[in-house]
């Protein structure tokens, strides 16, 4: 009965539902797809007598930011089911059913997505030897090796260990009380001191001080990618921890001032208040994205041959669409929470027009934000290795389209998941 329960509900709930999937097609897509060019006979990397080379740094890099993706898919579709399993819950359900029914769901769209994936990768094989033969100047076939067939059973495998291992803790830590009110499966804290000693930071002269100490470390390593290009990783570091502070520090307190100035506008009000909330919510996903593109851009032009070079790319590639997805799915876990607010909004006069362009400008005006900063990073870090020889303008055209592509089809998915969960809420 619980299976049959579970398959009805992914029937039911297909938005969420095709997403989580599509996590694990383009997971698993990318990790074959990694392990088959780099394990080939054109390439010949081999992972038993690895010896620190780019492909095997990659190879866990890439790993481990796939686990990262999945634990946001995997918070992003849980989430949605939490009233679901709160009922059954109350109704008498053991927490081993509700493992059962999450569990069942789950391996249904692995059995589905990881078979997908690989077709996928298989599809794309032609064209990465087209592309490495390109950068070579020489006639390339990649093949499919035993190796890397055996490397992506066992990757993919520990992918899905990990992922059945969340879903059981979300079953088992979670009280019929906490999954009704999902906002309480929320994790995370904030230091009162530290918030405190904050303010008063911002306060005065000293406050002054301190936004210009921000937006230096933000804004002087960005200018010292020209002056030593091969330090990029460290004053892209030093410079993300002044935009950690800006965003803090700035941002936010200029949205509440701006706030306060348009408070006769119920429009801008409204979406800057949310827009505000996203910054908040999504800060560490922004900079995790960044520093991801500065720091494979930095491998990419310390990779002393084509096929490292390729690789990088594709990493690159997948790396930026996973984590605009993860982008989409922290922004979406956090929709259902927003509903009460946008049917208060209904009760004191706002039209469904209003509330619609409320919701076109909060996402543009964030995806704006994000768009922008990657730019920011990615082209002043392109420009100074053209500058220096270490890239081309043909690579920068590539590292810009696929930073700034995913993004925008992120940003039109979010607004019509927006509109569907706020308006059909309400219906």
Not at 339 to 368: A, C, P, W
Not at 373 to 381: C, D, G, K, W
Request: include cysteine; proline fraction near 2%; aromatic fraction near 12%.
């Amino acid at each position: 009965m619980i299976i049959h329960d579970a398959f009805m509900s992914l029937k039911n709930d297909m938005i969420h539902s095709f997403f989580y999937w599509l996590t694990f097609v383009i997971s698993s897509m990318f990790i074959f797809l990694f392990l088959v060019v780099s394990m080939s006979d054109a390439v010949g990397v081999t992972f038993v007598q690895a010896k620190g080379d780019v492909a095997t740094n990659l190879a866990v890099f890439s790993s481990v930011l796939c686990m990262v993706e999945i634990v946001f898919a995997n918070d992003f579709y849980v989430k949605s089911k939490s009233r679901e399993l709160a009922v059954r819950l109350v109704c008498g359900a053991t927490y081993v059913q509700l493992a059962q029914y999450l569990l069942s769901q789950t391996v249904f769209l692995v059995a589905i997505a990881i078979p997908v994936g690989i077709l996928a990768g298989i599809i794309c094989i032609p064209l990465i030897g087209g592309l490495m033969s390109n950068i070579t100047g020489t006639a390339m076939s990649i093949n499919i090796t035993g190796e890397a067939l055996i490397w992506t059973i066992c990757i993919l495998a520990f992918v899905v260990f990990w992922t059945l291992i969340l879903n059981l803790s979300f079953a088992y830590r979670n009280s019929a009380a906490q999954l009704l009110n999902s906002q309480t499966i929320k994790t995370g804290s904030s230091n009162p001191f530290l918030t405190a000693f904050l303010e008063d930071l911002n306060k005065g002269k000293q406050g002054t001080i301190n936004r210009l100490i921000c937006l230096g470390m933000f804004l002087i390593p960005i200018g010292l990618f020209y002056y030593s290009p091969s330090a990029s990783m460290i004053f892209a570091a030093v410079s993300l921890v002044g935009l950690n502070n800006v965003i803090k520090n700035m941002a936010m307190p200029y949205l509440n001032s701006h706030i306060e100035k348009h408070i006769t506008d119920p429009e801008k009000t409204g979406y800057l208040g949310f827009v505000r909330h996203d910054l908040k919510i999504l800060k560490t996903n922004l900079l995790l994205l960044i520093v991801t593109s500065v720091l494979l851009i930095t491998i990419l032009v310390a990779t002393t041959s084509a096929t490292d070079a390729v690789l990088v790319l594709i990493t690159y590639v997948a790396m930026s669409t996973l984590l605009s997805m993860a982008i989409l799915f922290r922004y979406s876990s956090d929709l259902s929470f927003r509903k009460k607010y946008y049917r208060t909004l209904s009760h004191i006069g706002f039209m469904q027009d209003n509330e619609k362009r409320m919701i076109t400008k909060e996402v543009f005006t964030f995806y704006g934000i994000v768009i922008a900063l990657i730019l920011f990073y990615v082209i002043n870090l392109s420009a100074s290795l053209i500058i220096g020889g270490s890239l081309s303008v043909t690579n920068m055209v590539i590292l810009l389209i696929s930073a700034v592509i995913p993004e925008l089809i992120c940003m039109v998915i979010n607004r019509s998941f927006y509109m569907e969960v706020i308006f059909n809420s309400k219906k």
